[in-house]
Each structure stands twice: as C-alpha cells, then as structure tokens.
C-alpha cells in the first residue's frame, strides 16, 4: 500500500485472481502478538467484549485508513485491522500482499447496537470507498484490496444485501458502474501485525488511499 503497486502487481497472476485452496500458503498455527488494549479509546483490542455487542468485518481497500474511518465512528466499542476470506491461518502482512493467501484486509468492527445502527455502519462503508473496482481500491491493485462485507449472522446478511441493492441503484443513477463487493456469512478473523492496529493514530502523516464515489448511501 505504500508501494507503487502498479508495478508491484505486474506479473503477479494472484493480484487478479484468489488462488484455489491447494495453491495458498501454509501460514501457521500461532498467532499474530497483538496490544491488549485500543492505541486510541484503550478498549479490549480481543475479545471477550462485553455482552451487548455487536460485530462486522469490512474490507474496502488498505485498511489503515478504513479503521480510522470506523474508530471515530460513535457508539463503535473497539476496531481492529486483519485478514479474513481467504485460507492460510494466521498470515503475515508480506503473505497477503502476495495474493496466495486469498484474504480481504479488513477491519473488525466491534459496536453497541444501541447506540449506532447496523444501517448507519454500512452507510460509513459505501460511502468510504469505491465498491465497483473488484480487485483493488484506487490506486492499491490486488486481491487483499478487494470490497467486501462478513456480517455476523444471517440477518445482518440480509440487511447488507439489501443495502447493496439500494446504493447500487443511487450508482446507476450516476452512471456509475456496477457493485463487486463480496457480502458473506463471517469466516475467522485474523489479526494483523501490531504495528498495523490503529496505525494511523500512531502515525498521522501514514498513508491513507480512502476515497469514495461521492454517490450518497440512502
């Protein structure tokens, strides 16, 4: 994501295309070291999280900047950023940008559906980035970068489904074109290397490639 990933994708066949299970990396059994606590609102980074949460995975491009976007969100209890969607356990950061992991970067999004609504976090999401671009996001080119949404349980799938259906009529109205993103039942969340949890709170000038369609999510 800071490189020119132009370049880096060139020759690459898995930076277009998810690799078939028997083509990933092994990965690992360990899993990755990570805080205790939330470098900005210093809430649990791991469950357990209390009982009244909620949770979502989103992927919508390099995840340092769509953390940030969900972490100043109110009534969000805890963010975190990780792989998930693909096959090898417990991948590396330098695994996943090879694209023969299959992951998303993604963000675990923890909230208190009391205080923000399910609806109001995938407005954040649509509006956030482009969801028409497949297997990248602007200028990162790759599988990892590709839009996605693992919702926790059936019902949260419907809702996602159906706000697909609504932003992508508001694109069409633009002429805009037709939406990629991956909505799915939630597979297991992978945690990232710690330096990249809440990276961007750690280092404010970080890149952040984030940028939507302008297309508002009704």
């Not at 694109?171 to 037709?178: A, F, I, K, S, V």
């Not at 750690?202 to 000038?205: D, Q, S, V």
């Given at each position: 994501m800071v490189l020119n990933t132009f370049t880096n994708a060139f020759g690459n066949p898995f930076k277009s295309r998810l690799p078939e299970p028997g083509e990933a990396l092994p990965g690992r059994a360990k899993a990755m070291a990570v805080a205790d606590r939330h470098f900005v609102n210093r809430h649990p980074l791991q469950p357990p999280f209390p009982a009244a949460m909620e949770q979502i995975v989103l992927g919508m491009g390099c995840f340092w900047g769509a953390e940030r976007r969900f972490w100043q969100q109110p009534g969000v209890f805890t963010t975190a950023v990780g792989?998930?969607?693909?096959?090898?356990?417990?991948?590396?950061?330098?695994?996943?940008?090879?694209?023969r992991t299959g992951h998303a970067e993604v963000v675990l999004v923890v909230y208190d559906p009391n205080q923000v609504s399910f609806d109001n976090l995938l407005k954040v999401f649509w509006e956030s980035h482009n969801p028409t671009q497949g297997m990248r996001q602007g200028n990162d080119v790759g599988t990892q970068y590709r839009s996605?949404?693992?919702?926790?349980?059936?019902?949260?799938?419907r809702i996602a489904d159906a706000s697909r259906v609504r932003y992508q009529k508001a694109?069409?109205?633009?002429?805009?074109?037709?939406?990629t993103t991956e909505i799915a039942d939630g597979g297991i969340f992978y945690y990232a290397e710690d330096y990249h949890q809440q990276y961007l709170a750690?280092?404010?000038?970080g890149y952040c490639g984030l940028g939507g369609t302008g297309v508002v999510c009704g």
């Open positions: 792989y998930s969607g693909g096959f090898t356990p417990n991948p590396s950061y330098e695994e996943v940008c090879s694209g996605v949404i693992y919702c926790e349980n059936a019902d949260r799938r694109l069409r109205d633009q002429h805009l074109g037709e939406i750690k280092n404010p000038g």
